[in-house]
């Protein structure tokens, strides 16, 4: 009897020990939620920060940043995260006032960028970015993330502010970030060589969300269909389009999944050209990694050509 007792009292000591442990023990911590504006930046930080931090988007897969507006859940989601990474150059356009208040969370990756490399739509907006220093980013073409060069320049910089934010995973973001270089550097150089077997390749979009990476591997950029994202081209622009269409025999005319096809349909009816789809945004490539999406790009560019 007096065993059992004893041995009751032990198996309680475990059990209270078991217990307390568990109590005592210090809270999995949660990991640093990291909100990126759009997908590509989602792809790129997911990459840079493995398994480290929580990557989320918070634009929706269909939603084009021209246009899209916060919810308040989107609102609720932005204050629960430790930083947000927003493109800038007025990409993100309804959803400014709200980035703007999240005070040092914000990064914005345009920051990165120097103004000697950025696309201006108009002379005269080159001309006034060099002129004043505020105005820089005035008339900007804001798809940066589009030019591998342009992504190094982020991943060097965003790794190491994240490293300053964060310096326990300094050694880890600083690993991932050669990676993401190493493979940008892979896919530049397929791409490149692949695009020499073109001569003078040109193409149209319907909007201007690819010029960076178009002028980065020389490839022509006849005109987008629309001047501005999510405004309908003047029946004069169409004319300039349609000569242009001729005079360089361009095959295809290209869409992005996030904006109304519409206006290119009319216009590939009329010139008989093909539609075709590339995707900016990358929420509909499959992409695994930053360098992936400007490979799968290619791909769909590549079949217009
Ligand atoms: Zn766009």
């Known amino acids: 009897m007096r065993r059992i007792a004893i ?15 568990k109590l005592n023990a210090p809270k999995a911590k949660e990991k640093p939620l990291i909100i990126t504006t759009i997908y590509p930046y989602e792809l790129l930080v997911r990459e840079l920060t493995d398994t480290l931090f929580t990557v989320e988007t918070l634009l929706p897969a269909n939603a084009s940043p021209h246009t899209w507006s916060p919810a308040p859940q989107d609102i609720v989601k932005l204050q629960k995260a430790d930083v947000i990474i927003a493109n800038g150059l007025g990409l993100e356009t ?8 999240t005070g040092t969370k914000l990064i914005t990756v345009s920051d990165y960028i120097k103004k000697d490399k950025l696309i201006y739509q108009h002379k005269d907006d080159e001309h006034a970015a060099e002129n004043a220093d505020e105005q820089k980013y005035e008339g900007a073409n804001p798809h940066i993330w589009t030019s591998p060069e342009l ?6 910089e965003l790794s190491e502010e994240l490293s300053r934010r964060f310096p326990m995973h ?3 973001l600083e690993r991932n970030a ?3 270089i190493m493979e940008l550097f892979q896919s530049e150089s397929k791409i490149r060589s692949e695009r020499n077997e073109y001569e003078n390749p040109a193409v149209i979009t319907l909007h201007d969300a690819f010029v960076y990476f178009l002028q980065y591997f020389d490839i022509e950029h006849i005109g987008s269909v629309q001047p501005s994202a999510g405004k309908d081209p003047a029946p004069q622009q169409l004319k300039e389009l349609a000569d242009k269409i001729k005079s360089k025999g361009i095959k295809a005319i290209f869409i992005e999944p996030q904006m109304n096809p519409r206006p290119a349909e009319v216009l590939s009816e009329e010139m008989g050209l093909k539609v075709l789809q590339y995707d ?3 929420t509909v490539l ?6 992936d999406y400007l490979c799968k790009n290619w791909e769909a560019i590549k079949a217009g050509l």
Request: net charge neutral; aromatic share 2%.
């Open 178 to 180: 050669r990676q993401i």
């Open 94 to 101: 309804n959803l400014e006032k709200t980035l703007a208040k």
């Open 7 to 21: 041995l009751f009292i032990m198996i309680m000591i475990v059990l209270c020990l078991l217990m307390s442990c």
């Open 151 to 156: 992504l190094t320049d982020i991943v060097i």
């Open 170 to 172: 300094k050694t880890a």
């Open 286 to 291: 499959g992409a695994e990694t930053i360098a």
């Open 280 to 282: 900016d945004l990358g």
